[in-house]
């Protein structure tokens, strides 16, 4: 509660300062939220506010996986998109590394820091507070030892306000997730396409397209599940291999993102969705909305409205009060001299 509460309410004052809880003022917070009487909510309900969704946690995710309720997940790099998020039902938001590519303009995932995702991870979480927020471990900083990959999940958790960590990688990872679940942080996997890997892997290809490869797709899985990961990302494989993989585990959820129907759930990266990623486009990727189509319209007609003086109209402009004008007139005269 405490935790949840602390998103929603953090003073933007403080945004830009790595967060210090115990100089934070969470317990106020905390009693706000606590407060909120049933009587209020009622009220909001006649309004049209909707009523405060309840945060989702792990076993909130395993109820829905043990009904076979599909689990949402969706990547969101800011402010907005941490809300719109919150406010649409997303299950769990991801602050993905693909942030590397669609909001920051590099060329690959393995150029972003760990800062650079702390700053994102902190703005998302500034809009989010049902959603499960996992954030990406960013290449290069859980690989050179279970050590050095808990002090970058501790700065992503205590820093950026991530409930969990999502990190890349099959076996290798087996004692990282060990370490990191041990003390407390829990930890997505993501295997099948590794896109941190791709140079390694001669492109963005799809994996377990093989008998021998499907089946170490398989092991990682179980893998990661026996050291303790809640969920995997699994990325890019056959649907029948992402179908058997979800069968098989029993505890860890599955989400799948180019790995068929038959996964736990389905996560697509933001900009891809909604049409504003002009990149290469997976064979993966559904466009649910065509946003980029808006936004040329909005631009355009923007400019124009400018270029012609149609923007601003009156009705946009200030007026001030009857006899004020004169008075300014009078007065500017003896400043500017009479033309
Ligand atoms: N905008 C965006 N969406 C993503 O899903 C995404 C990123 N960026 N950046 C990081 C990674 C890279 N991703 C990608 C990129 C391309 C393919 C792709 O084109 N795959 C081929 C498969 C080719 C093969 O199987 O050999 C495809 O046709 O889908 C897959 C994942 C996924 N992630
Ligand atoms: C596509 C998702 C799973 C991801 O890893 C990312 O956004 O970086």
Same mark, same amino acid.
């Given at each position: 509660m405490l935790r949840s509460a602390k998103r929603i309410q953090r003073p933007s004052g403080l945004l830009d300062f790595p967060l210090r809880p115990h100089t934070y003022p969470f317990r106020a917070c905390a009693q706000r939220w606590m407060s909120a009487r049933p009587e209020k909510r009622q009220a909001d309900e006649a309004n049209g506010t909707p009523p405060p969704r309840k945060k989702v946690t792990i076993a909130h995710l395993q109820a829905l996986r043990a009904s076979r309720t599909p689990i949402t997940m969706l990547t969101a790099y800011d402010y907005p998109t941490g809300r719109a998020c919150e406010a649409h039902g997303i299950d769990i938001t991801l602050v993905g590394d693909s942030l590397a590519q669609v909001c920051l303009g590099y060329d690959s995932t393995t150029r972003l820091t760990l800062d650079e995702l702390l700053h994102h991870t902190r703005a998302v979480a500034r809009g989010s507070r049902a959603p499960l927020l996992v954030a990406d471990m960013p290449f =290069? #900083?859980?690989? *050179?030892s279970p050590e050095d990959a808990l002090r970058s999940a501790v700065r992503v958790v205590r820093e950026g306000g991530a409930d969990a960590v999502k990190m890349e990688g099959g076996m290798e990872l087996v004692e990282t997730v060990r370490k990191l679940t041990g003390v407390g942080i829990p930890v997505m996997a993501h295997v099948g396409? &590794?896109? &941190?890997?791709h140079v390694a892997l001669s492109g963005y290809r799809a994996q377990g397209r093989d008998a021998e490869s499907a089946l170490h797709v398989l092991r990682s899985a179980l893998a990661l599940e026996e050291a303790g990961a809640f969920a995997a990302v699994v990325e890019a494989v056959p649907h029948a291999l992402g179908t058997y993989i979800s069968r098989r585990l029993t505890r860890m959820v599955t989400i799948g993102i180019g790995a068929g *129907? =038959? #996964?736990?759930g389905q996560v697509l990266v933001w900009d891809d969705m909604l049409g504003t990623w002009h990149g290469h486009q997976a064979k993966f990727v559904r466009r649910f909305a065509q946003v980029d189509r808006e936004v040329e319209r909005g631009v355009r007609a923007y400019a124009d409205a400018v270029r012609e003086r149609s923007f601003p109209a009156l009705e946009e402009s200030y007026e001030m009060p009857k006899g004020q004008w004169e008075k300014f007139e009078r007065l500017a005269e003896d400043v500017v001299g009479t033309a």
């Open positions: =290069g #900083t859980y690989l *050179a396409l &590794q896109p &941190q890997r *129907a =038959g #996964t736990d």
